[in-house]
């Protein structure tokens, strides 16, 4: 059997069947990490090693993953009441966990006139659930170990500030949290994929992927939620094909599904089958024809900005002009500087609410255009809005495989660009990947923004049953 761990609490919350897999499968059914993912884990491992440097802290000495010896030689490090322990081994039954610091604190407990509390040091800016169960998880096994439940556990983060909370506001959350895995670690059938925003990032991407397209999964179609996609199987409507010709006569026959959020999802199962977007009949009142495209590309972990691009036009044929700011201080000046080239007044297209929410922290302690904000647009939600997607889409990448039909990655990963800054050719690396980007955007523009629609609901709908049942 094997023993549960803080890992899996983590992927638990962050998809079920993430831990579902960790719990069943070896690493080596993982795939490998990418470059630029192990350059961030790197990174996470660096800021630890630097955060850990400064404490008195001692380690218990064991062979290498004799998880065993590694208990028995931290329970002697507890007892004897060492100020700060590293990387300690606590283990109970099937659980196993290896926080990365225990604090000594005053009170007695089985270990004697003091106890412990855990702290789990994290690259990220802000605390997340899923790291705060894997604290609440460290807890328990501490519990047991000396006999006593810390009231907090922390979390410190990557600048450095520690983030306390309460044990008992966490502690049901958890309880279900591990009742799920103990679920889970009995019948892997007990959990299914569900395509989402993380499986881009996710290890088992390759194999779930598969899996989906394999059996049709109703999580591929745009807009499909874990509820309904349930409602829509007990249904009967268990494929994307039976959902694109789906019509359920009654409240009842739909599960009491809305009726219409049935007619959207039977929209996107039919733009499954098609295999392209569905541009939707709408207002015409925007245009964005004199309109520039901004984008950013950045280091979340460094809190910078590494390049600003804008394309003006926003057409492929737009004029493309960038800046590489070298500094934190010098970022606001490059876009400044590289929006004064645009004529007054232009609607300024970005993709998501990176860019707004950048000069919204940053206009604070410059002397900012009061009219920045209000010219921008993103083009991201109305791309979304404007059309039925093909198939579930979540970021950049997905509008551009799935509008176009072109790789978003030609020129590189976004989340690669700290990485590049490491290498002699950071600058061409980090330009290309821009203007990939700005042209993707500016191609999405013309096909979906300023595209008639496609053609009318019941053609739409004939096509799609030719698809689903080709005889
Ligand atoms: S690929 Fe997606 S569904 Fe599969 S385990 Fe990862 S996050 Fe979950």
Redesign the pocket.
């Known amino acids: 059997m094997r023993r549960i761990t803080g890992t899996h609490v983590y992927s638990y919350v962050?998809?079920q069947?993430?831990a579902a897999?960790d719990l069943h499968l070896p690493r080596s059914e993982r795939r490998p990490p990418h470059p630029w993912e192990e350059f961030a884990a790197q990174r996470g491992r660096d800021f630890e090693a630097r955060y850990v440097q400064q404490l008195p802290i001692v380690a218990p000495q064991y062979p290498e993953r004799d998880f065993e010896a590694g208990a028995t030689a931290t329970r002697e490090l507890l007892t004897a009441g060492a100020p700060w322990i590293h990387q300690g081994v606590l283990m109970d039954d099937d659980r196993l966990g290896l926080p990365d610091l225990l604090r000594r604190l005053e009170g007695s407990s089985a270990l004697g006139d003091h106890h412990y509390e855990v702290l789990d040091v994290k690259s990220s800016g802000r605390s997340r659930g899923e790291q705060i169960l894997q604290v609440v998880f460290y807890t328990s096994l501490l519990a047991v170990v000396q006999q006593r439940m810390p009231t907090h556990g922390a979390l410190i983060l990557k600048d450095g500030r520690e983030e306390r909370f309460l044990i008992a506001d966490y502690q049901a959350a958890f309880d279900q949290v591990q009742a799920g895995l103990r679920r889970l670690r009995g019948d892997l059938a007990a959990s299914r994929?569900?395509?989402?925003p993380?499986?881009q990032g996710?290890?088992?991407?390759r194999?779930?992927?598969a899996a989906m397209e394999a059996t049709s999964d109703l999580s591929l179609v745009a807009g499909m939620s874990h509820g309904a996609r349930a409602i829509l199987e007990t249904a009967g409507c268990k494929t994307i094909g039976d959902l694109a010709t789906f019509h359920a006569e009654g409240a009842r026959a739909r599960g009491n599904l809305d009726a219409a959020l049935l007619r959207r999802l039977r929209r996107a199962a039919q733009a499954f089958l098609l295999g392209k977007p569905i541009v939707e009949a709408r207002p015409r009142a925007e245009r964005f024809g004199n309109a520039a495209l901004v984008h950013m590309l950045t280091d979340p972990f460094a809190d910078r900005v590494l390049a600003f691009g804008v394309l003006h036009p926003a057409t492929a044929a737009g004029t493309f002009t960038f800046a590489l700011p070298a500094a934190a201080a010098d970022e606001w000046g490059a876009l400044k500087q590289l929006l004064a080239t645009l004529p007054r007044g232009v609607p300024l297209l970005h993709y998501g609410e990176a860019l707004p929410r950048w000069c919204e922290v940053h206009a604070f302690a410059r002397e900012a255009d009061p009219t920045f904000e209000a010219r921008f647009v993103d083009i991201g939600k109305r791309l979304k809005a404007a059309a039925t997607w093909p198939r579930a889409v979540f970021g950049l990448g997905d509008l551009v495989h799935f509008g176009l039909g072109v790789d978003p990655l030609r020129a590189g990963h976004a989340g690669a660009a700290a990485m590049w800054t490491t290498l002699p050719d950071a600058a061409a690396r980090l330009q290309a990947k821009l203007h990939s980007d700005l042209v993707d955007l500016a191609a999405l523009h013309a096909a979906i923004l300023e595209a008639e629609p496609t053609v009318v609901a019941a053609e739409v709908e004939a096509a799609a049953v030719a698809v689903a049942r080709p005889e």
């Open positions: 962050k998809c069947h993430l897999l994929p569900f395509l989402q993380g499986c996710c290890y088992h991407d194999r779930c992927l």
